[in-house]
C-alpha cells in the first residue's frame, strides 16, 4: 500500500488548524511563514526542543495560547507532554519538524489519535518505521511527506500504476564538498560544512548534507514512506537542486519533478493536501542547466551506511541514527574531524547488535546504546 494514497472524502472545507513540532527550527519558521499567509490554514499550538523565548514570542504574535505553546519547552518532551499539547489544541494536521529520534514519539501520539501528520522529522522513520507503520495500519492515520526529495515522490507516484515502477530516484545537492577526496575532507572545519550551496537548512541536517547522511536517512524514509525495496531507490547527485525527484518507468522512460530550493513549496503542499496549493510564480525555463553525478561512495561513506543499515532492518537505522546525530553535534563542537562522522557511526554498526524494532522500547534502548559507543569513538 502506497503511503500517498488519497483517504476518500478527507477535505477541509473550514480553516485548518495546525500543530508544529520544533516551530523554532528552519522548517518550523518556515511553515509559520506559510501558515500567515494563507487563508484557508491557522496554527492552534506550537512546540520547541530548547529556544523556548523564541517559541513563545512566536505564540504571542499568532495569539496561540501560552500554555499550549509552553508544553515542550527546555527539551523535547515525552509522549504523554506531546498528548496533552495534541489534545488542547485540537490539530487537523500535526507538523512534526523535530530534529532527531525525539521525533518518533509525538509521531506515533499523533497517529494513535487518527490525525495525519506532517512529517519533516525522518528519523520517526528512520527508527521507528515498523512502529509507524504498525500504528497506521491500526488508525488509518495519514502521513504526508515534508522533505522536498519525498514530496516530490509523493506526487510523481500518485498518479503512476505501482506495478510500472523500476526506480525511483532521490536527488542530492552534493552539498558544499561536491568533488573532494575522501583525504580532503579530513581537515575541512564546521564553518566549510555549514555552508551549502543550495538550501538553507538547520545546522544538524546542514552536516548530514555535507556527509551525504542526510540522504542515506532519506533512503530509508522513502522505503517506509512508499513500499520499496532497497534495490529500487537509486540516489544521484544534481547541484542545481531543481529536480528533487524522478521515477523510472518500465518502458525505460523518466517522469521527474521540479521546482526552485524553497521549502514552503513543499512545506504547503503537505499542510494543505489532499485540497491543491495555491498558484505561486512560475518557474523560468530559458537558460536553467541539469547536470547529474553519481556520488563518491569513498569520500561519502554515510550513504552506505544507511543503505547497509536499512537493508539489515530491526534496530539498525535507530542504531545507525543516533551515531550520526552524535558524531554530527561533536564535529559541530570541534571534538572530532569530518571523516570521524561516518567512522563513529560504523563503529556504533558493529558494536551494537540490531534487534527486532518491534516495540518503542526496544528502538529507544539500541538508540541509547549506540550513542554510548559513538560518544566513545574519539575517531579523527
Known amino acids: 500500500m502506497r ?3 488519497p483517504v476518500p472524502g478527507d477535505t477541509f472545507e473550514r480553516v485548518k488548524r495546525v500543530l508544529i513540532l520544533g ?15 494563507a487563508d484557508d490554514m491557522v496554527c492552534t499550538g506550537l512546540a520547541c526542543g530548547s529556544r523556548v523565548d523564541e517559541m513563545l514570542r512566536q505564540a504571542s504574535d499568532r495569539a496561540v ?5 509552553a508544553v515542550g519547552g527546555g527539551s ?40 495525519p501528520v506532517a ?34 515522490l509523493f506526487q510523481l507516484l500518485e498518479g503512476v500504476d505501482p506495478v510500472r515502477v523500476e526506480r525511483a530516484i532521490l536527488t542530492a545537492s552534493g552539498g558544499p564538498f561536491r568533488g573532494r577526496t ?41 522505503h517506509h514512506l512508499f513500499g520499496l525495496t532497497y534495490d529500487q531507490i537509486e540516489v544521484v547527485v544534481h547541484p542545481q537542486s531543481t529536480i528533487h525527484a524522478m521515477v523510472r518507468l518500465d518502458d525505460g522512460s523518466l517522469i521527474a519533478h521540479m521546482g526552485p530550493p524553497d521549502m514552503r513549496v513543499p512545506i504547503g503542499h503537505a499542510l494543505r493536501w489532499p485540497a491543491a496549493p495555491p498558484a505561486r510564480a512560475q518557474m ?3 537558460g536553467m542547466a541539469l547536470t547529474f553525478e553519481e556520488p563518491d561512495p569513498v569520500a561519502f561513506p554515510c550513504l552506505r551506511l544507511a543503505r547497509e543499515a536499512g537493508t539489515i532492518g530491526g ?49 529507544l534502548d539500541a538508540d541509547a546504546r549506540a550513542r554510548v559507543v559513538a560518544a566513545g569513538a574519539r575517531v579523527a
Do not use: C, Y
Open 3 to 5: 503511503v500517498g494514497s
Open 23 to 37: 516551530s523554532t527550527g528552519s522548517i518550523g519558521v518556515q511553515a509559520l511563514d506559510v501558515i500567515d499567509s
Open 65 to 69: 495560547s501560552a500554555t499550549s505553546a
Open 76 to 115: 523535547v518532551p515525552p509522549s504523554s507532554d506531546f498528548a496533552a499539547l495534541i489534545e488542547a489544541s485540537a490539530p487537523d494536521i500535526v507538523l512534526n519538524a523535530l530534529v532527531g529520534a525525539a521525533g518518533l514519539p509525538p509521531t506515533l501520539a499523533a497517529l494513535e489519535r487518527g490525525i
Open 119 to 152: 512529517l519533516a522529522n525522518k528519523e520517526s522513520l528512520v527508527a521507528g518505521g515498523d512502529l509507524v507503520a504498525a500504528v497506521r495500519a491500526r488508525t488509518g492515520a495519514m502521513l504526508v511527506p515534508v522533505d522536498s526529495e519525498h514530496s516530490a
Open 182 to 222: 575522501a583525504d580532503e575532507l579530513r581537515d575541512v572545519r564546521a564553518t566549510d560544512a555549514l555552508a551549502h550551496p543550495t538550501w538553507t537548512m538547520g545546522a544538524k541536517i546542514t552536516i548530514d548534507s555535507a556527509t551525504m547522511m542526510n540522504k542515506g536517512l532519506e533512503v530509508i524514509e522513502a
Open 284 to 286: 523560468p525555463l530559458a
Open 315 to 363: 534496530t539498525a537505522p535507530a542504531i545507525l541514527n543516533a551515531a550520526n546525530e552524535v558524531a554530527v553535534a561533536a564535529f559541530l563542537e570541534g571534538r572530532v574531524g569530518f571523516m570521524g562522522i561516518p567512522e563513529a557511526v560504523e563503529a556504533a554498526l558493529n558494536a551494537v547488535p540490531a534487534e527486532p524494532a518491534d516495540t518503542l522500547e526496544a528502538v
